[in-house]
């Protein structure tokens, strides 16, 4: 199969749908679910019932603004949400109303408009295709080009000239290190070996983050294209996806995806007709954030406790099963086919210096719009919280956010004007993470921020190596101890003193980043911490 | 003419350490070959016959020009290497370490059948250990007296897994092994069930040899009377690795 088949193929699933003309999108990524969109999406079917044969209700991914979920958007077919009439908090008893108003203006009171910051600011790269294509439907995802990359590889280009064009383009790992994703691929691509594996990260477990799950759960095929493509630069036949159980939705989007790429011929023997094939299996998570970590990750796969290993050797050289491994997150992947598709420089010219590309962020927290963002690398915190965020809501001042998680830091208001990137936030004593963004306002004690962040750190260590198993507990009772207003300035001291070697000591990305929420808090609100001893 | 020489497959490869040139195979890690040349280095997990854990990471060692802390155990030795072993920064680390141990369960030496004969407890001697500034936790935990020869005592355990690889790797049984996650980890046998009921254990007594506590026991042995012999193991482990 070339690229003109492939075009071929596009041209007859979009003929089939010839007769719609608009669609009337329901949003039925997890969240919106949550808030009732499948009673609405019911609703909506039953009220436009078989009389308009040239409109069509249609359950897409995430359109980004989950807080002001169940969303529906109205849209001439093949326009973005930008272009279509969306509406919020919609109702089962709104079905009526927004039918009725397919021939006429739109329905003012359930009216959300797309052309706020929060829509306008945004740089779709890896969320393009979110809530736009049924990601259920595999004829929606090639219809509007996909697998045209892959196809490309295959058909026009070398395992070398894919590595090129994503050492090109820049590209970092999304899953919170940043590694450059070329490096990675070229090391595993040089590896002798008859066995490769490919394995995609989709253990999202940071409190606050879901940006992997919208992708999964909006866009399934895009991150299996883009594990074919990787499998293909690096020579691997067989590729995991590593999900954690607690996404049932996107587990079962993947299966439903993994199923209908195989029947076409996408994935499975002799992919598009070349001597190239690939087996993607998913092995579920059961529930262990240490399994996100790469080396516990392959233990669990392998299935052994999952626990991390020293390394070196790294997965690129001993991995699955002792070969050699490509393990990036679920972005990492998402981003692999429009680089392919446009070229690495094209992606080079997004973002900033070191950081290339968009990112994913998920804002949680006290922000008025709560939801999913993409955003170029090095756009400001202050744009991203206050201008598409929409700010804190009920008056209050803001205070923090968290970024990467229970292995990040916090940024306070007086460094809300940096550009973020990976280094960046480097500098401030936090990290990109996978992309959680929780922000916090002038009511939240930061103390309690970090006894939070401790205690999740602590219930989730595996108990292999000693600093992280009896440091966390250790430092958990002292912060404990301390938003009782019950610790002494001599356990002050000695939590910085274990935040100081749990961080040196510590096997494993866990353990060595537990303490970074309480040095990052105790570095910009040191008051607060010496306020709450019992012996000021 | 002599025969052209046969390129060996493991090259050696000289490195400095604590300011002593020393020369080592390429397949060594830094531990062995600190052992090798006397130069002492804390480690719990580590045993000589075993497989690398690098768990305990009192065997951290610092490495010019890298900022992070490697574990000698799990570190190959590659030339040129400056290691420093035993620096003020070291010994602050590993003295924390003992005590977060110390801390964690119920280590009382006094009332211990391995008084005088514990790794745990020389080391803390060693590390200079002559109080404890986290709190103990005080938790209680069981004591399994359940096998008709030795006896668990989860209090001692510092989850060093020595008896887990030594079950696995040399006598072959896997009676032990590691339930639960963070601080409620603890060694079982098979299912969680009493040692005394085990299937698989086959009552050979290594994993009481090499546990370095006196967490595993022969039973009948008083305070201070538990003397463990650990030479079999790698006399065993090479004996296998030869045929």
């Known amino acids: 199969m070339n690229l003109d088949d492939l075009a071929d193929l596009a041209e007859q699933y979009r003929a089939a749908d010839a007769g719609v003309e608009r669609e009337v999108r329901v949003c039925l990524a997890a969240s919106c679910q ?59 008893e709104d079905a009526g109303d927004i039918i009725a108003s397919l021939d006429g203006p739109p329905v003012e009171r359930l009216r959300c408009p797309t052309d706020q910051p929060f829509f306008a600011r945004q740089q779709k790269i890896v969320l393009e295709n979110a809530g736009i294509i049924d990601p259920d439907s595999f004829k929606s995802y090639v219809a509007v080009g996909g697998y045209a990359a892959l196809v490309r590889a295959l058909s026009e280009m070398t ?18 290190g940043g590694y450059p994703t070329g490096l990675k691929w070229s090391t ?97 998570g059961a529930g262990a954030f240490v399994c996100g970590e790469e080396t516990a990750l392959m233990a669990s796969i392998e299935g052994l406790r999952g626990q991390p290993r020293p390394r070196p050797p790294y997965p690129a050289e001993s991995g699955l099963w002792g070969h050699p491994t490509l393990i990036n997150n679920v972005e990492t992947f998402a981003n692999i086919a429009p680089i392919v598709r446009e070229g690495g420089d094209w992606f080079a010219a997004i973002g900033t210096e070191r ?24 756009t400001s915190l202050r744009d991203i919280i206050e201008v598409i965020g929409g700010g804190i809501p009920g008056g209050k001042a803001f205070k923090a956010v968290q970024t990467g998680g229970p292995s990040g ?37 930061m103390v309690d921020v970090a006894r939070y962040f401790m205690e999740f750190c602590m219930t989730e260590s595996c108990g292999k190596c000693i600093p992280c198993r009896a440091g966390t507990q250790q430092m958990h009772s002292i912060l404990d101890r301390l938003a009782k207003s019950q610790a002494t300035r001599a356990e002050l001291a000695l939590l910085e003193e274990l935040c100081e070697v749990v961080q040196a000591t510590s096997l494993c990305g866990l353990g060595q980043t537990a303490p970074n929420p309480v040095l990052s808090t105790m570095r910009y609100f040191r008051d607060e911490y010496e306020a709450k001893l019992g012996d000021a | 003419m002599p025969p052209p020489a046969k390129q060996p497959n493991v090259r050696v490869v000289t490195l400095n350490i604590d300011g002593r040139d020393l020369s080592a195979r390429e397949d060594e890690t ?113 004591v399994d007296s359940s096998h008709e020869m030795f006896r668990l ?68 042995t008083s305070v201070g009377e538990m003397v463990k012999d650990q030479h079999f193991l790698p006399i065993l482990a090479r ?4 045929q």
């Not at chain 1, 999964?216 to 991150?223: M, Q």
């Not at chain 1, 990112?359 to 690398?377: D, Q, R, S, Y």
């Open chain 2, 30 to 142: 830094i531990i062995e070959v600190c052992r090798e040349n006397q130069i002492p280095i804390p480690s719990l997990c580590y045993l000589d016959g075993l497989s690398v854990w690098g768990a305990c990471r009192l065997c951290l060692v610092e490495l010019a020009g890298q900022g992070r802390l490697l574990a000698a155990c799990s570190t190959r030795v590659a030339e040129g290497m400056q290691i420093l072993t035993n620096t003020e920064k070291l010994q602050r680390y590993r003295r924390t370490i003992v005590e977060l141990l110390f801390a964690e369960r119920n280590h009382v030496c006094s009332v211990c059948v391995s008084n005088g004969h514990c790794e745990l407890q020389y080391l803390a001697q060693k590390c200079g250990v002559d109080h404890v500034r986290v709190p103990y936790r005080q938790v209680a935990y069981p």
């Open chain 1, 188 to 284: 595993v691509a040089k590896m002798p070996a008859t066995q490769k594996y490919v394995i995609c990260n989709a253990d999202e477990g940071d409190p606050g983050a879901f940006m992997d799950r919208a992708i999964l759960e909006s866009d399934p095929h895009r991150v299996l294209e883009g594990m074919a493509i990787a499998a293909y630069a690096i020579g691997a036949n067989k590729a995991y996806v590593y999900v954690r159980a607690e996404y049932p939705l996107a587990v079962e989007r993947l299966q439903t995806a993994i199923r209908k790429a195989k029947r076409s011929g996408f994935l499975g023997n002799k992919i598009a007709d070349t001597q190239f094939s690939l087996e993607v299996e998913i092995r579920l």
């Open chain 1, 409 to 445: 830091g916090c940024i306070p208001s007086q460094h809300l004007d940096i550009a973020v990137d990976y280094d960046s936030l480097k500098t401030l004593g936090t990290m990109m993470g996978s992309g959680g963004m929780i922000v916090m306002d002038e009511t939240s004690s």
């Open chain 1, 159 to 176: 395992p070398a000239d894919v590595l090129r064009e994503v050492t090109i383009s820049g590209l970092r790992g999304r899953g919170g």
């Open chain 2, 239 to 242: 004996r296998r690795h030869a």
């Open chain 1, 355 to 378: 950081s290339k590309g968009t990112k994913v962020f998920a804002l949680a927290g006290t922000i008025t719009n709560t939801g999913l963002i993409e955003v170029p690398m090095g």
């Open chain 1, 34 to 92: 949550s808030s009732g969109a499948l009673p609405v999406f019911d609703a909506l079917t039953a009220e436009l019932g078989k009389e308009r044969p040239a409109c069509k209700v249609k359950g897409v991914g995430c359109m980004g603004l989950c807080s002001a979920g169940p969303l529906v958007s109205i849209a001439e077919k093949d326009s973005t949400l930008e272009d279509s009439v969306l509406y919020r908090d919609v109702a089962p």
């Open chain 2, 153 to 220: 005592d989860h209090d001692r355990c510092i989850l060093c897994t020595r008896c887990v690889r030594v079950c696995d790797e040399i006598e072959g049984a896997h009676t032990w092994d590691v339930m639960g996650r963070g601080s409620d980890c603890r060694v079982i046998t098979d299912m969680a069930q009493p040692w005394g009921e085990s299937d698989t254990c086959t009552s050979c007594g290594k994993c009481v040899q090499v546990c370095p506590t006196g967490a595993l026991v022969k039973q009948g």
